[in-house]
Nanobody, 124 residues
Framework: QVQLVESGGGLVQAGGSLRLSCAAS????????MGWFRQAPGKEREFVAA????????YYADSVKGRFTISRDNAKNTAYLQMNSLKPEDTAVYYC?????????????????WGQGTQVTVSS
C-alpha cells in the first residue's frame, strides 16, 4: 500500500502559476506510474496528466497541454505538477494517484491509491 499527500494548492490570479507536490510513502515509489486528476464542484473527476514509472513518458489532457508539466523525483518519492498560464476553469480539487500496471493512463479506474486532494482556485 502507498500513502499520498498533496500540497501546494492555493489561490492565484488568472495567468499565474502554481506547483503541486505529491509526497509518497509505503511501497517503493518508483514501482508506480503516477497521475494527476481534478474535480470541480458538481463535475466528474477528470484526467489532467500522467507520467510513466521511469519518467520517460508523459500524458496530458488536451485542456492543459502546453500549460502544465508533470514530473517526478523518485529519490524524493515525490511527483509534481507545474501549472502555468492558469485559467478560472482550472479551479478544482487536484488529486494525485498511483497507477496499476495495466489500464489506460487517461481513466481514473486504472489508478490504485489516491491522495486527499489539494484545492486550486484561479480568480479572474
Amino acid at each position: 500500500q502507498v500513502q499520498l499527500v498533496e500540497s501546494g494548492g492555493g489561490l492565484v490570479q488568472a495567468g499565474g502559476s502554481l506547483r503541486l507536490s505529491c509526497a509518497a510513502s509505503g511501497r517503493t515509489f518508483s514501482n508506480y506510474a503516477m497521475g494527476w486528476f481534478r474535480q470541480a464542484p458538481g463535475k466528474e473527476r477528470e484526467f489532467v496528466a500522467a507520467i510513466s514509472w521511469s519518467g520517460g513518458t508523459t500524458y496530458y489532457a488536451d485542456s492543459v497541454k502546453g500549460r502544465f508539466t508533470i514530473s517526478r523525483d523518485n529519490a524524493k518519492n515525490t511527483a509534481y505538477l507545474q501549472m502555468n498560464s492558469l485559467k478560472p476553469e482550472d479551479t478544482a480539487v487536484y488529486y494525485c494517484a498511483t497507477k496499476y500496471y495495466s489500464g489506460s493512463y487517461y481513466y481514473q479506474g486504472a489508478y490504485a491509491y489516491w491522495g486527499q486532494g489539494t484545492q486550486v482556485t484561479v480568480s479572474s
